[in-house]
């Protein structure tokens, strides 16, 4: 009987397919745990998008496997259907076999769901890699004269992407990744972006809650008042105008602006340099 055959082999190709893909999420996180640390963790810095390439990482090994999975799947059906492996079900009733292949298609459909899920989750964290990369290595052009950057500063209220350091003052940057067309451009205002091609805008509030907390826990650390700027970067958009004095939005292309945008106030003796830069090691090691 046809059914009894497509249940057989549909039958032995999902438990090994199953068998398999326990067997390959079990060995990567064991792998993940064993070599999560870096040899010379001390003295190795979170680079540009350190948390977007590592969770790229976890995202591509994890769409891997669901993807050999799926292949295992197709050459084992194909194996049990010509092995007929129809003599497993001989004389079964027809609704038993119906249910069982009702079964294994749920199991198919929450498989290939997975699947999509991962490569669309896989695609937009790409982009946001592509993005926080680009504008560190923009900020690398900064680092001149005893100015050191940081990426991805921990917070009690969040990561900043980006951290200036240096005589001339402080700066958080945080990067908004927004996919664009030609000739767009954001613009900033209030406590929104807004965008020339869309009416959805995008708040500011977790970075400005962000910022204001890192300049909280620079002053604590210091004994006294120091002034933490906000940057706002959207790579790939023009700048319009903007109305927050509070932040200041910028491009890959406009970054380097960011050395102008300090008055005398903001200024740091050596010492409390020094104190910064060795506070934010601690933090931004790979250990």
């Known amino acids: 009987m046809e059914l009894e055959a497509i ?36 003295r190795i810095m979170h680079e540009a998008a350190q948390r977007f390439r590592d969770e790229l990482d976890r995202l591509s090994s994890s769409q891997s496997t669901y993807l050999s999975g799926a292949l295992v799947f197709v050459v ?6 010509t092995l007929q492996a129809k003599h497993l079900f001989v004389g079964y009733p027809s609704w038993q076999l119906y249910s069982l292949l009702g079964f294994l298609l749920l199991v198919l459909c929450y498989a290939a769901y997975r699947l999509a899920r991962t490569v669309l989750a896989r695609y937009e964290m790409k982009f946001l890699r592509d993005a926080n990369v680009a504008i560190g290595h923009q900020l690398q052009q900064l680092s001149v004269g005893g100015t ?13 992407d ?14 908004v990744a927004r996919r664009t067309a ?4 954001a613009r900033l205002r209030g406590n929104s972006i807004e ?55 910028v491009n890959e292309r406009t970054i380097a602006m960011v050395g102008g ?22 933090r931004c090691a790979r250990g």
């Open 148 to 160: 050191r950057i940081f990426h991805d500063v921990a917070t009690s209220a969040g990561i900043v």
């Open 195 to 249: 965008y020339s091609n869309s009416k959805v805008e995008s708040p500011i509030v977790d970075i400005a809650a962000k910022t204001a907390r890192l300049q909280k826990e620079f002053r604590e650390l210091l004994g006294h008042k120091v002034r933490v700027r906000s940057v706002i970067a959207v790579p790939g958009w023009d700048i319009g105008e903007q109305s927050n004095d509070e932040h200041l939005l």
């Open 7 to 42: 249940s057989g082999a549909a039958t032995v190709a999902l438990t090994s397919t199953v068998v398999f893909l326990l067997v390959a999420k079990t060995w990567n996180v064991v792998s993940r745990s064993i070599g999560s640390s870096p040899s010379f963790s001390d």
């Open 261 to 282: 945008w300090n008055d005398t106030n903001d200024h740091l003796m050596n010492e409390d340099v020094e104190i910064l830069k060795n506070e934010l090691l601690s």
């Open 76 to 81: 084992l059906y194909i194996a049990a259907y």
């Open 182 to 185: 030609k000739r767009a451009n």
């Open 162 to 175: 980006h951290v200036i350091i240096g005589q001339k003052g402080l700066y958080a940057v945080n990067v």
